[in-house]
Each structure stands twice: as C-alpha cells, then as structure tokens.
C-alpha cells in the first residue's frame, strides 16, 4: 500500500487493488450477487412461462432484481474489513478519500461484471425487445454508478453494526428510492421504443443523482471512516 504522501489516484488504486486480490481469492460477494440475480431470473422464468410482461413490469422486474443482488454483496467491502480486523491498518495507510474511491472502484467494477452476465440472460429469459440495447446499456452504466455510490458510503456506515445484512437494506431503500423510479421510468421507456432524446429527463436525473452520491459521500466519508 502505498503511503499517504503518495498521490490520490495511486492510493485509491491501492486500495482498489487490494480489494480485487481478496475477492479473487474468497469470491464471497462475487458469487452471492450472481447466484440470487441467476436464481431470481429462473424462479421469474419458469413462473411466467409464455405469460408475457408489459415493458414497465419487465423494467421494474429487472431493477427490483439488481438492487437486491446489490443488497446481497457490496455491503461485503467494508465489513470483510472489520471481520478481519485490517480496518486499523487501511486508516493509517491510507487517507479518507482514497479508501472511499478505491472501495467505490471495486463495488463498480463487481457490479460492472455482473450485470454483463445478469443482463443477457435477463433478456433471454423473458424475451424483452432488444431493438434498443445500446441505450439500455447506457441507462445501466448510469444505474450501476448511482447505485455503487449510494452503497457504498451505506456499507461504511453500517459496517460496525450488529445485524449487517438487515441494516444494509433497510438504510440503502430509502437513499436509492428516487434512482430506482428514475430506472425503472427510462428503461421502461426504451424497452418501449423510445430514443435517446425521449429519456433525455431520466438521463440529466441519473447523471444528477450519481454527481450528487459522489459529492457528498466524499465530503462525509472522512467523518464515519474516522468514527
């Protein structure tokens, strides 16, 4: 790890860094995501059948589906700091701002990996259009940033406490509750067959609520981290 006269960018690749080396190795919350987003996908598939879905149940279904994928790992990258006592370590090696950009990094790139595999097999299992995929990309780059970042400074918040799984959801609901309408409303639409310019609301939304997430979790990170 590098010290703290070290640049930012090199201590929050540090960081970064550390964290993929671990989870490479255990692969705890890679594989907890995957398995309830694969699972979840089956029990809806085998449900429905050939009982099709509207375009805003099938946006709904596929958002409700990650966030709780999401609930089921990226609270993992502040607790397996506590659980295996290197929390004291990461804080005098490394400033504030590095660790929250270092842990925002791998929540993004976990959540980056597993939405490439989630998201095809979503597409295959319920037959949703995919005339317009490349725009449902980008509505899921922005949902997938918005949602790490909001995560992220929860993880941390919640990191101490007695019943991690439970909390996690609960305080992360609340936070996320805007950036989910404002997912589920773009996608339904370009499952619908809207263009970029029809969505061009939702976007400037998204781009605000990520902009806004980061802000602020930087500036209040350095107070829960210091706690």
Same mark, same amino acid.
């Given at each position: 790890?590098?010290?703290?006269?070290?640049?930012?960018?090199?201590?929050?690749?540090?960081?970064?860094s550390?964290?993929?080396?671990?989870?490479?190795?255990?692969?705890?919350?890679?594989?907890?995501?995957?398995?309830?987003?694969?699972?979840?996908?089956?029990?809806?598939? $085998?449900?429905? @059948?050939?009982?099709?879905?509207?375009?805003?149940?099938?946006?709904?279904?596929?958002?409700?589906?990650?966030?709780?994928?999401?609930? *089921?790992?990226?609270?993992?990258?502040? #607790?397996? !700091?506590?659980?295996? @006592?290197?929390?004291l370590?990461?804080?005098?090696? %490394?400033?504030?701002t *590095?660790?929250?950009?270092?842990?925002?990094?791998?929540? $993004?790139?976990?959540?980056?990996?597993?939405? %490439?595999?989630?998201? &095809?097999? $979503? +597409?295959?299992?319920?037959?949703? &259009?995919?005339?317009?995929?490349?725009l449902?990309?980008?509505?899921? #780059?922005?949902?997938?940033?918005?949602?790490?970042?909001?995560?992220?400074?929860?993880?941390?918040?919640?990191s101490?406490?007695?019943?991690? @799984?439970?909390?996690?959801?609960?305080?992360?609901?609340?936070?996320?509750?805007?950036?989910?309408?404002?997912?589920?409303?773009?996608?339904?639409?370009?499952?619908?067959? *809207?263009?970029?310019?029809?969505i061009?609301?939702?976007?400037?939304?998204?781009? %605000?609520? *990520?902009?806004?997430? #980061?802000?602020?979790?930087?500036?209040? +990170?350095? +107070?829960?981290?210091? !706690?």
């Amino acid at each position: 790890m590098p010290n703290k006269s070290a640049g930012l960018t090199s201590r929050a690749l540090a960081v970064f860094s550390k964290d993929l080396r671990v989870e490479l190795r255990s692969k705890y919350a890679f594989n907890a995501i995957l398995m309830f987003g694969i699972t979840t996908l089956a029990v809806v598939s $085998f449900t429905l @059948g050939q009982t099709g879905l509207s375009e805003r149940l099938l946006a709904a279904l596929f958002w409700i589906i990650m966030f709780f994928a999401a609930m *089921a790992g990226l609270a993992q990258v502040f #607790i397996r !700091e506590e659980e295996t @006592g290197t929390v004291l370590a990461l804080k005098l090696s %490394a400033d504030p701002t *590095a660790v929250y950009i270092g842990k925002l990094l791998f929540n $993004f790139s976990l959540m980056a990996l597993i939405s %490439a595999v989630i998201t &095809p097999v $979503f +597409f295959i299992f319920t037959d949703a &259009p995919v005339d317009n995929i490349l725009l449902f990309v980008l509505v899921l #780059i922005l949902g997938v940033v918005g949602l790490c970042a909001a995560t992220t400074i929860v993880a941390a918040i919640i990191s101490k406490a007695g019943i991690k @799984g439970a909390l996690f959801a609960v305080l992360s609901f609340p936070i996320l509750f805007v950036l989910l309408l404002l997912l589920v409303n773009a996608s339904a639409r370009v499952l619908e067959g *809207a263009t970029i310019g029809g969505i061009g609301t939702e976007l400037q939304g998204l781009i %605000a609520y *990520a902009g806004v997430m #980061i802000v602020a979790s930087l500036m209040l +990170f350095k +107070f829960v981290w210091q !706690e």
